[in-house]
């Protein structure tokens, strides 16, 4: 069982809102915070085998595809990427130290992005330079 986590950075306090906040509550009870969200049923942390195992019992009891929880975090911060989220707020979501990691690994560059920019830079150009 996995007692400390990979890196400092990725120790952190996650802000979530109060619906999240709730639904949560109500979900796993009330917990102190220095305990551990999610807890085996002998009450310390579960392995990373656990989690993902609950996490593939709870999509398959929702019928929803699967997605691996890496995939997830990944699509997680493309898509507040492409929302226009500073790649530092993203970084320490993540629990990145630097934004390096953020933008290299996780911060998929959307197609829609590709053809704005296309766009912008052909409304740039003169027309009258453009000869075929």
Known sequence: MQES???ATSTRTITVSSDVLALLISVIGDRADDEPLF???KGGRI?????????????QQANI????LHKLRHIA???LAASG???VIIAKI????????TKDVYVHTQQEQIQQTSATISS?????SITA
């Open 77 to 79: 911060a493309s898509l």
């Open 124 to 128: 740039l150009l003169p027309t009258d």
């Open 39 to 41: 807890v085996s049923d």
């Open 5 to 7: 986590t990979k890196t």
């Open 65 to 68: 595809p699967y997605i691996s």
């Open 47 to 59: 392995s990373r085998q656990m989690y993902r195992k609950r996490y593939i019992d709870v999509i």
């Open 85 to 87: 989220t500073p790649s």
């Open 94 to 101: 993540l629990g990145h130290a630097n934004t390096y990691v």
